[in-house]
């Protein structure tokens, strides 16, 4: 399965009273040889991207097909400003032996961590993180963090399958220790901390007991106190679910459906971030009415109470809808129109306002032989301001 990304954004900037905001561009580069049929993903420690790609084939093909019928093969690769490659490094001399879910280069400090996925002997799947040397590429030895199973799907269930894994990371306030959580492979959710010497602790297996399905996470996050925050969705009897899990300080799990706070709506892809001074625990995203978004919504959560406050909401407005209806990203449902998917970031400002700043996409998908390519496509992008319990659009 491959992905290529096409996207183009139409940025805005804004300013707030007493909140001056400054944009400095690095050098312009472009993308050398780029071969559609590898994934290609970097992230920036000092002067140097370090990054990967890789490649994907299936082995097998059938109408009942496993998991491990997906095999990977890793390039390791480090570049300059440029994004010019300065060095790669196959691992397993190019051998396709990973998988079946794709790998994740992440920098924490000073070093540069490789999670990747490896199918084992009794068909178990393990997840592994591995330290990188920023300067050979050469990987230590392998720390094993999970083991799960897998399952039988059909052929045209593959891809769902797949697109479910979710690997999600977050620092702790001090930035000492990384909390690196998987989702989508059952109705576990597993997580740990791992500190500046690759110390494995506080493992976490959460299983959702009431519920069959594979539990998804959209976003996770750690407080000062050391409570876990997993913004979830699942699916039960065809209706999606989505709601606040928190693994407290003590290891015990609460599960806070989204609808307690919102009566009547779902807060689709539910996203987690902590204030600027670690007070506050904030839930964000596009708030759903059927199956489309239609507006944003900002509040809190509160751990001690176990509870969701009330949204603050943000319509779109019609101006909005009808320009993104245009643009094909804006369809009607139920003789209303709404956006299916719609991502947003989240930053504090100094004044004590907050911006969510997001954009739609959607993603088209061709089936060949043995490979399925998707193209995704992004939008403008829209900022709303929180502040005082009301919201406004920049």
Request: hydrophobic share 40%; glycine share 8%; with cysteine.
């Amino acid at each position: 399965m491959k992905k290529v990304l096409f996207a183009c954004l139409l940025l805005q900037t804004f300013l707030l009273h007493a909140q001056d905001i400054s944009v400095a561009m690095g050098p312009q580069f472009k993308l050398k040889d780029f071969d559609y049929r590898k994934t290609s993903t970097a992230d920036k420690m000092g002067d140097f991207f370090y990054g990967m790609k890789y490649t994907q084939k299936r082995a097998h093909f059938g109408f009942t097909v496993r998991l491990d019928d997906l095999k990977i093969g890793i390039e390791l690769t480090k570049s300059d400003a440029g994004m010019n490659v300065i060095k790669s490094v196959a691992m397993q001399n190019g051998q396709a032996d990973f998988g079946p879910f794709p790998p994740r280069v992440k920098i924490f400090g000073n070093r540069v961590l490789l999670f990747f996925y490896k199918v084992q002997p009794d068909g178990s799947i393990k997840l592994f993180v591995s330290d990188i040397n920023n300067e050979t590429l050469a990987d230590a030895k392998a720390i094993d963090l999970y083991t799960f199973s897998q399952k039988n799907v059909g052929l045209f269930s593959l891809e769902s399958a797949y697109e479910s894994n979710k690997l999600d990371f977050c620092l702790t306030p001090d930035s000492t220790k990384m909390l690196v959580a998987l989702s989508g492979t059952s109705n576990e959710i597993f997580s740990c901390l791992i500190d500046d010497n690759l110390a494995i602790t506080s493992s976490k297996v959460s299983v959702q007991k009431n519920n069959p399905n594979a539990v998804t996470i959209n976003s996770a996050y750690i407080d000062k106190d050391g409570n876990r925050y997993f913004g979830y969705t699942y699916k039960l009897d065809k209706l999606l679910t989505s709601g606040v899990m928190i693994n407290d300080s003590k290891g015990l799990d609460h599960y806070i459906p989204f609808s307690s706070a919102m009566p009547g709506s779902q807060g689709g892809d539910l996203l987690i971030n902590g204030s600027n001074d670690n007070t506050k625990v904030y839930v964000y995203g596009g708030y759903k009415t059927g199956d489309l978004s239609k507006g944003v919504f900002l509040t809190t959560v509160d751990a001690a109470r176990l509870t969701i406050n009330r949204p603050v909401l943000f319509p779109y407005p019609d101006d909005v809808m009808e320009n993104l209806r245009k643009l094909d990203f804006a369809y009607k449902s139920h003789g209303e129109f709404g956006i299916e998917n719609i991502t947003y970031t989240f930053t504090d400002l100094e004044n004590g306002a907050v911006a969510l700043t997001g954009y739609p996409y959607y993603t088209k998908q061709s089936v060949f032989t043995n490979s399925t390519a998707s193209v995704s496509y992004a939008g403008p992008v829209m900022a709303v301001i929180f502040k005082g319990g009301k919201a406004m659009r920049q």
